[in-house]
């Protein structure tokens, strides 16, 4: 079974500021996949960001960057020089041989 | 990346009926997957349609009740069955894209459910 824990229900941040999302996941799959999404209050699901269990390289898509750590079993989101417009829910998902489970989402607000 | 689209938007419907929805994708593509969010909720998988055979449901989706079409490889349908208040939820398909050794998932713009 896979499972990804989101522990924080909300964040606050200052504009500019660089902010860390947290995701620790739990799977017994050798290979899988874990994604973030950014969903505003329109209600779309933007992906953001990818990373396979096989890359030794950290994922990076301009602003967003993934920080793996494959042992400790963590996928945080690294969102530099944060914008008004960061503010969302965001998802963390896992994607293994058999199931795909997203997490309970962040809810991220950026103060001006 | 893959552009999707859904029909309808948005819809109120009466308890007891059923509502069709559709997912057309702008490229061929093996999987699709429909999700279920419910009020302030996470995303749920209910199933995955491959093209040319059955949808694999998630524990606790049956086909009687969400039965899926996928005729070709760039469309799908998710109908609601005889629906309850407790259905009211977006619904949103997805496709998955593999570019090399990288995988992206891209989501329709969901239907939003209301069962009055």
């Known amino acids: 079974a896979q499972k990804i824990t989101q522990t924080q229900p909300g964040m606050f941040v200052q504009e500019k500021e660089a902010v860390t999302l947290d995701c620790t996941y739990d799977t017994s799959d050798q290979s899988y996949g874990l994604f973030w999404y950014k969903q505003p209050s329109s209600g779309e699901m933007i992906f953001l960001i990818y990373q396979g269990s096989y890359d030794e390289q950290n994922a990076t898509e301009g602003r967003y960057s993934l920080n793996f750590q494959k042992a400790r079993k963590s996928a945080n989101l690294v969102i530099s020089a944060s914008q008004l417009g960061d503010s969302a829910m965001y998802f963390c998902?896992?994607?293994?041989?058999?199931?795909?489970?997203f997490g309970q989402g962040t809810r991220l607000t950026i103060n001006p | 990346s893959a552009v999707i689209s859904q029909k309808p938007s948005r819809d109120i419907c009466q308890r007891g009926t059923s509502l069709t929805i559709q997912c057309q994708v702008d490229?061929?593509?093996?999987?699709m997957f429909w999700y279920r969010q419910q009020p302030g909720q996470s995303l749920t998988l209910i199933a995955t349609?491959?093209?040319?055979?059955?949808?694999?449901?998630e524990s606790g989706f049956v086909i009687d009740k969400f039965p899926i079409s996928r005729p070709n490889l760039t469309f799908s349908t998710l109908t609601v069955s005889n629906m309850s208040p407790e259905d009211s939820s977006i619904y949103l398909c997805?496709?998955?894209?593999?570019?090399?050794?990288?995988?992206?998932?891209?989501f329709g713009p969901g239907t939003r459910l209301t069962v009055t």
């Open positions: 490229s061929q593509v093996t999987m």
């Open positions: 998902m896992i994607q293994g041989a058999q199931k795909l489970v």
């Open positions: 349609a491959n093209q040319g055979s059955e949808a694999t449901y």
């Open positions: 997805s496709v998955e894209d593999q570019r090399g050794r990288s995988y992206e998932q891209y």
